[in-house]
């Protein structure tokens, strides 16, 4: 017997949006089709959906949430519990330094996956998996990534930059593993000769003000690294993933890499694509440093040139790079003279995702319906491994949002549900809004309330990547 039929919503697919109802057995959908009234008549519930759109659930493949610790012990919980109320019903985090794991975790991949897997056990509310950061502190991880492939963890990310960044050499052969077990690498794509160089002749000249995060990472910075990270995919013929996007420049680098057959995808984040680096001319230095991100946000003309991309293909998903970094604790340092370099990167988004590519994106006609399904959910889902998640399809988890086109409200950080304690977008006039959830057909938000149960999420054992 039918558990669930969803009634007269819009049902969007990459392929189109049609009226139909949808049926949910077993926490997979059984059914899609224009009248389920015979399904309805016997089904345990029955919810109306009329006026609203039927969205696969997002899958948000790029997060830095924090586990638990005692002293904040809901902290993996709770981001989880936000990243439902903003439509989305998958995530994968990142372990690297900082979000909790150990010095042990930085040294051995298959010692972070261990830990974290346990970290995390029976803690989320809606489905999860993990990416593990290839640290240039460990001791072998090339020998290590297979068995984190067979794990489960089909992606891991490699940064070019940062103290805990990997060697080319150490890069390109992890890609070349990666891509021959089945998996794939992702790659922070920054400079460290150029972006070193930089940092250090502005400290000399006394420029830490949090503004100078910015102007020491300039999108060349970017766009060299990124067509070396493409260079080295093309000569290993391996499948590469860029995170978090942000210029034009580096934009240009994907293009002309796919054109010569390079197995690349691109992700950008929102942030890149509704904010500008006018943020950072904020005298507050505190408030200056809740941008400091990397790379940094950029100039008008990038952000335009980001969603043509996202429109013509050469990006192929959004992610939202989610830092839960607080105002009050990790960038609170910029208050009394903390050097930008020394500020904790990231801002948080975990929540944010599907309101502001809907309102930024579809409601002003830069993207379509079916196109932002596609970079939210179904390329995401494919392109990660997560088999089962991405669309709403016969046989595929029943994990779907259903939101409202017609409601307008303000984005204020006291509504939010995330454990940072701002938003990046305090303010913004958002167009369309979530209000129910369902995780394999188990309500987590229902009338934009919660009503799940924490450990209900389970751990996606990802498959190979194709492509
Ligand atoms: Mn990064
Ligand atoms: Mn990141």
């Known amino acids: 017997m039918t558990d669930l039929v969803i009634r007269g919503g819009t049902v969007v697919t990459v392929e189109g949006a049609r009226l139909a109802d949808v049926a949910i057995r077993g926490g997979v959908i059984e059914a899609i ?14 919810v109306d959906a009329s006026g609203m759109l039927v969205l696969p659930g997002v899958v948000d493949v790029h997060t830095h949430t924090r586990v638990a610790s005692g002293a904040l012990p809901d902290r993996f919980f709770q981001d989880s519990v936000a990243a439902a109320f903003g439509g989305t019903t998958s995530f994968l985090s990142f372990n690297n330094p900082g979000t909790g794991s150990s010095p042990a975790a930085e040294r051995s991949l298959l010692t972070g996956l261990r830990e974290w897997r346990s970290a995390t056990e029976g803690d989320s509310a809606i489905d999860y998996g993990l990416s593990l950061a290839i640290s240039g502190h460990a001791d072998d991880p090339l020998t290590e990534l297979p068995a984190t492939i067979e794990a489960g963890v089909a992606t891991s990310k490699a940064f070019m930059v940062f103290d805990f960044r990997l060697a080319d050499r150490d890069l390109f052969k992890a890609m070349r593993v990666m891509g021959d077990r ?87 984040c929102p942030h890149y694509l509704v904010l500008t680096e006018e943020a950072y001319d904020d005298p507050d230095p505190v408030r200056c440093a809740c941008f400091v991100i990397s790379p940094p946000l950029r100039t008008e003309a990038d952000r335009d040139a980001l969603w043509a991309g996202l429109a013509d293909g050469t990006l192929d998903l959004v992610a939202t790079d989610h830092v839960p970094d607080r105002v009050d604790t990790e960038k609170a340092g910029a208050a009394t003279g903390l050097s930008f370099d020394q500020i904790s990167n990231g801002a948080p988004g975990i929540e944010t995702l599907l309101a502001l590519i809907y309102s930024e994106g579809v409601a002003r006609d830069r993207i379509s319906l079916e196109r932002m399904v596609d970079l939210l959910c179904t390329t995401p889902a494919r392109r990660f491994g997560l088999a089962r998640k991405g669309a709403l399809e016969i046989g595929l988890d029943a994990d779907l949002v259903i939101f409202d086109p017609r409601t307008h409200r303000r984005l204020r950080a006291g509504d939010l549900h995330h454990t940072s304690d701002y938003t990046p977008y305090e303010g913004l006039s958002l167009a369309g809004s979530v209000r129910d959830v369902l995780v394999r057909g188990r309500a987590v938000i229902t009338d934009s309330q919660y009503v799940g149960r924490r450990g209900a999420g389970k751990f996606v054992e990802r498959e190979h990547v194709t492509g």
């Open 182 to 268: 089945g998996g794939m690498l992702q790659v922070h794509c920054e400079d460290p000769v150029l972006l070193d160089a930089a940092v250090a002749t502005a400290l000399q000249r006394g420029n830490v003000l949090p503004r100078y995060h910015a102007s020491t990472r300039p999108s060349y910075v970017e766009a060299v690294a990124t067509a070396r990270a493409l260079a080295f995919a093309r000569a290993t013929d391996s499948p590469v993933h860029v995170v978090h996007l942000s210029s034009a420049a580096a934009l240009d680098e994907v293009r002309r890499a796919k054109a010569v057959g390079v197995r690349v995808t691109a992700e950008t």
């Open 33 to 46: 089709e224009p009248d389920l009234s015979g399904p309805a008549a016997g089904a345990d519930r029955v």
